[in-house]
């Protein structure tokens, strides 16, 4: 029996439907990969799938779905209603992927060792497309890692893991992180810490970034917690030129990396 020729059972498809909860993401340390272009950038990031269901009427990469064939543990015909049930797309692309978690610790690790770093921490992101537009915008300019506070969506989150455009597999991204250590461990390794905040901090553009820095993020409604706060070395803010209230953490995020990488 070919891997195309599979027959997907019912038991099959509700084990990956139950990775849409965080408790079986968890316990399984698996999650979903929705769509063509993510499934790709997964796979030639080196991912090693563990199941795919496809529709094969629905599908736009014959190229990827020959490699998918041959390196999938295993690999099913779906019917699109099969597809949709799973799906968390407006309209689905006919390709799911079950993925095996990351382990980035001994990646975050190398990254303590450069001499040059840049290291985004997230302090309870809450908001999925937030948190994933994040992830892109710190591939987009280069950091060396994230990561991301245990009061933060989970990574995994099949929103989160869409909103990163495959970005999620070009950098390490530690999640549900206890940020107070790890901080601790990025100053030991001779960080400096750089916590954005609007009061008492300042203006982005006056800073001489060290060349290895930590920068803080915290949430757009109630910014850095005060336990994280205190450990910074500088607190740092965008300067307003309008009315707005405020930008939320991706908007901050993305501004922050583009004056230190410009």
């Excluded at 968890?26 to 269901?53: H, M, P």
């Excluded at 070395?233 to 405020?246: C, H, L, N, T, Y």
Aim: net charge neutral; glycine share 4%; proline share 2%.
């Amino acid at each position: 029996m070919s891997r195309t020729e599979n027959v997907l059972t019912k038991r099959v498809l509700t084990d990956v439907k139950g990775l849409l909860t965080k408790k079986t993401r968890d316990a399984e340390r698996k999650f979903i990969v929705e769509g063509w272009k993510s499934v790709e950038e997964a796979v030639n990031s080196g991912v090693k799938c563990d199941t795919i269901l496809y529709d094969p009427h629905n599908v736009e990469e014959y190229k990827l779905l020959s490699l998918l064939e041959r390196s999938s543990r295993a690999i099913y015909q779906a019917k699109a209603k099969e597809i949709e049930s799973i799906s968390d797309m407006v309209t689905s692309q006919g390709i799911i992927a079950v993925l095996p978690q990351f382990n980035h610790i001994a990646a975050f690790s190398s990254v303590l060792r450069k001499s040059e770093a840049l290291i985004i921490a997230l302090d309870a992101i809450n908001d999925p497309g937030n948190l994933g537009t994040i992830i892109r915008a710190c591939d987009w300019f280069g950091v060396d890692a994230v990561l991301i506070g245990k009061h933060s969506v989970d990574m995994y989150n099949p929103k989160v893991v869409r909103s990163t455009m495959g970005s999620l597999f070009h950098l390490p991204v530690l999640t549900d992180v206890d940020l107070t250590e790890s901080l601790a461990e990025c100053r030991n390794a001779g960080c400096t810490m750089y916590s954005t905040e609007l009061q008492k901090s300042e203006d982005v553009r006056t800073i001489a970034f060290s060349k290895r820095s930590v920068i803080v993020i915290g949430s757009e409604s109630h910014g850095v917690s005060e336990n994280i706060s205190v450990l910074a070395d500088k607190r740092i803010k965008i300067p307003q030129f309008g009315k707005a209230e405020s930008l939320n953490a991706a908007m901050a995020c993305s501004v922050i990396l583009s004056y230190l990488k410009l």
